[in-house]
Each structure stands twice: as C-alpha cells, then as structure tokens.
C-alpha cells in the first residue's frame, strides 16, 4: 500500500464544475503540498499546509491533521485547469517528500 | 532569472553513454533536491542536499547515479553507462527554510531518452 494516496486517479469535469481531489496519507508529516504538473511537465507548488485550509484565488486546499487527510478543491472549473494534480507530505522524520500518483484532471469546455 | 533553472531541457543519448544534468537552485536557498519521473508514474525521489550536510543518496536508484553539490549552490546529476530504464523527466528543486517555510520550487525538468 502507497504512504500516500490520491483519488480519483483520473477525473473529466464540465467547465464551472466544482471539482474536489482527495488526499490520504499514512506517515507522520510535518507538511503537506500540492503540486500541479502541465502536459509539458512543468511542476508548480500550488499549497503547502500544516492545518487548516488555504485558499488561492479558485483553489481551496484543507487538511485534516487527525484523519490524515486533505483535499483540493476547484471553483468554477475552466479547460486551463487541466493537468495532473500531485499530493506529497514531507516526513517527520525527514525532509523527504513522498509523493502520491497524481490525479489527472480533464476540463472541457 | 529568479526560479530554478536546468539544463539541457532535453537530452537524447545512446545506451551505455554517461550523461550529466544541472540544476540552478534559486539563490539562497539551502536545500536542493533531484526527482525523477518516468513515463506514466509517479515522482520519485533520487538525492537531497541541505547545506554542507552529507547529502541524503537513498533514492538514487544504482551506483551509476551520483550526484554532486558544488559551492552549496549548482548541482549535478551524473548518470554512467545510461540504459533505457534512465528515460524519465529529472526534476530538481530547491527550498529554504529560512525564507519559504519548506516549499519547494520546482525546476522546468530535463526530458532524458536513452536510446
């Protein structure tokens, strides 16, 4: 079983849908990040967390400490969205990330 | 510039070449860490450098990967005898405590094919 999983690993959405990825993870973390990788393979940092919730302009991101848990959320979806979504936590006992498979997220218009 | 930079972008090789790779960290920043990610999977972790600690080599998947920090700032990877099995795109990051609390900025990737 995979630390960190993601779901759904795949995922088609209609243009202004609001769109949520899961994250669950099984190792302590002293961080959690999401990360967004375009077709061309370019990575950007979308949020890194350690409680609560974050929001960045039609991006939500929360985690839940206790459950293990986080997710990301889409508002108002548009084709520009499409990408793969990644969760990675950074182990206590490292700095190393563990990353999940990724989500692949489809937008249409 | 003011993100992480790597070069080549792409670099198409034969088997049993040596290949190496370079990774521009942001300026400052302490931490600098080589991923790879092969068609269709997951990001996985080769080396990471913090400061002038001995770097962290668990990832690196055989001894025909080595990796090398010069100066706390450019980093090479070097992969020796590359077989098909090398063909990934190979991230590098970096990240400072100090100024960005652990996130990491990711570099653009370097597409390798091994042919």
């Known amino acids: 079983k995979n630390e960190v999983e993601q779901s759904p690993q795949n995922l088609t959405a209609q243009e202004g849908e609001f769109i949520t990825i899961n994250c669950s993870y099984s190792v302590g973390i002293s961080a959690l990040h999401w990360l967004q990788q375009h077709p061309g393979g370019g990575i950007v940092s979308l949020f890194m967390l350690s409680s609560g919730k974050k929001k960045h302009g039609r991006l939500i991101a929360t985690i839940n400490i206790q459950e293990k848990h986080s997710s990301l959320h889409i508002t108002a979806s548009h084709p520009r969205d499409s990408a793969v979504y990644i969760c990675?936590?950074?182990?206590?006992?490292?700095?190393?990330?563990?990353f999940g498979t990724g989500t692949r997220l489809q937008v249409f218009p | 510039g003011a993100g992480v930079s790597q070069s080549p972008s792409n670099k198409v090789t034969e088997k049993g070449k040596d290949v190496e790779l370079r990774c521009d960290p942001i300026s400052g920043h302490t931490a600098l860490y080589w991923y790879r990610q092969s068609l269709g999977q997951g990001l996985e972790f080769l080396i990471y450098f913090q400061g002038n600690s001995a770097p962290d080599k668990s990832g690196l998947p055989s001894d025909r990967f080595s990796a090398e920090r010069t100066g706390g700032s450019v980093s090479t990877l070097t992969i020796q005898r590359t077989q098909q099995e090398d063909s990934a795109v190979y991230l590098c990051?970096?990240?400072?405590?100090?100024?960005?609390?652990?996130?990491?900025?990711f570099g653009p990737g370097t597409r390798l094919t091994v042919l």
């Open positions: 990675a936590v950074r182990s206590v006992d490292t700095d190393k990330l563990i």
């Open positions: 990051a970096s990240s400072s405590h100090r100024t960005s609390g652990g996130a990491r900025f």
